[in-house]
Antibody
């Protein structure tokens, strides 16, 4: 059974960079696409982007200028960086497998942007 | 790239059938058979219920079915059960390798 686990700081200051890592267990990161999705408190889901295990990426146009994703196949991990964050970026950030649909999800991690 | 439109809430009694709509545009739902549906219980990760409009992943009850007509996709839950009470989100491919989620629907079992 594939499992995903997000990790990273739960509190980020405005204008700084949000950095999260997703560790995949129970399966290989190789051969699959991996996505990041966020959900502001009390609101709906927003697709952030995806990365292929080769490192190829596609981002949500609304976030593209601030997002960078990377992958480390040796650690079975992939990562998200979001720069110049504001309180509007406060959300539960989840990693998931796939792109056309998302069949495995992490539990999500709450990131709050506040000084 | 605007969020797909879903009703804020839908309710039904146990045993009944309910349908959740997901309305997009000719640039997303209307152009691609790449609509998926997710069930999310409070504090839990979303669960894939339907993919590619009407396909069910292994392990998902056949009480859940999906369809699409024009720019609107639908998720039908038949034989409604208490455990179906949750939030439901649709998602569609929107072209140029991008994806858009729906606004979400809270399903209440009366």
């Amino acid at each position: 059974q594939v499992q995903l686990q997000e990790s990273g700081p739960g509190l980020v200051k405005p204008s700084e960079t949000l950095s999260l890592t997703c560790t995949v267990s129970g399966g290989s990161i190789i051969g699959h696409y991996w996505s990041w999705i966020r959900q502001p408190p009390g609101k709906g889901l927003e697709w952030i982007g995806y990365i292929y295990y080769t490192g190829s990426t596609t981002y949500n146009p609304s976030l593209k200028s601030r997002v960078t994703m990377s992958v480390d196949t040796s650690k079975n991990q992939f990562s998200l960086k979001l720069t110049s964050v504001t309180p509007a970026d406060s959300a539960v950030y989840s990693c998931a497998r796939g792109y056309d649909y998302f069949d495995y999800w992490g539990q999500g991690t709450l990131v709050t942007v506040s000084s | 790239q605007s969020a797909l439109t879903q009703p804020a809430s839908v309710s039904g009694s146990p045993g009944q059938s309910i349908t959740i709509s997901c309305t997009g545009t000719s640039s997303d739902v209307g152009s691609y058979n790449l609509v998926s549906w997710y069930q999310q219980h409070p504090g839990k990760a979303p669960k894939l219920m339907i993919y590619e409009v009407n396909k069910r992943p292994s392990g998902v009850s056949n009480r859940f079915s999906g369809s699409k007509s024009g720019n609107t996709a639908s998720l039908t839950i038949s034989g409604l059960q208490a455990e179906d009470e949750a939030d439901y989100y649709c998602c569609s491919y929107a072209g140029s390798s991008t994806y858009v989620f729906g606004t979400g629907t809270k399903v209440t079992v009366l």
